[in-house]
């Protein structure tokens, strides 16, 4: 959504508007600093994406002080292991290294995208995650997981079979493009 979108959404909302940005770090975009405009604003943000810290379960939310007051009044104490709050720590130490990750997962997504996205047997949506999700009448997760690729797939829809392919290294994504543009050459 735009900036333009999320204000008009903010100005116009009779209650709080929370805006979920678990993957901001592969879009490179963050409305977080709008939250000292707009009090009925929240940003959630998570360590599991980008610093892959998912089995940590930490994440932090991004509001004016008094949503984060009432928000602390209906939290638990102690609400996070110790291991968890180290991790998260640590992870903001590196912020640095995490980000760029997060810059070179992105460029790699948007090549793959491009690779893909020529084949004219299969629907892949523009990402700004660290995955690309991908509609084909054929079963994609099939072929790549014949070929050794784990695929995450979803119900069939109707003719469609979907499947959501994360985004890897160089090499990884090499053998999903390699995998699915020898299925069915032109």
Known sequence: MSEEGVRFVL???????????????????????????YSNMIVLRTFS?????AGARVGYAVADGGLIGI?????????????????AQWAMEEAGEFTAR????????????ETLNELDWLDVEP??????????????????EGGGVS??????????????VTVGTDEENRKVSDLLCGAYPK
Do not use: T, W
């Open 49 to 53: 994406k980008a610093f892959g810290l």
């Open 127 to 144: 990402s700004e995650s660290n995955f690309l999700y991908i509609r084909s009448e054929r079963n994609v997760a099939s072929i790549l």
């Open 71 to 87: 928000m602390n009044r209906a939290k638990p104490p102690f609400n996070l292991p110790v291991i968890s709050q180290l991790l």
């Open 11 to 37: 100005e116009n909302a009779c209650s709080v508007v929370v805006i979920d940005e678990a993957y901001g770090e592969f879009s490179g975009i963050s409305y977080a600093a709008l939250v000292k405009k």
């Open 151 to 164: 695929a995450r797939h979803f119900a069939r829809r109707g003719n469609e079979y979907c499947v959501r």
């Open 102 to 113: 997060a810059e070179r997962l992105a460029r790699a997504r948007d090549r793959l995208y």
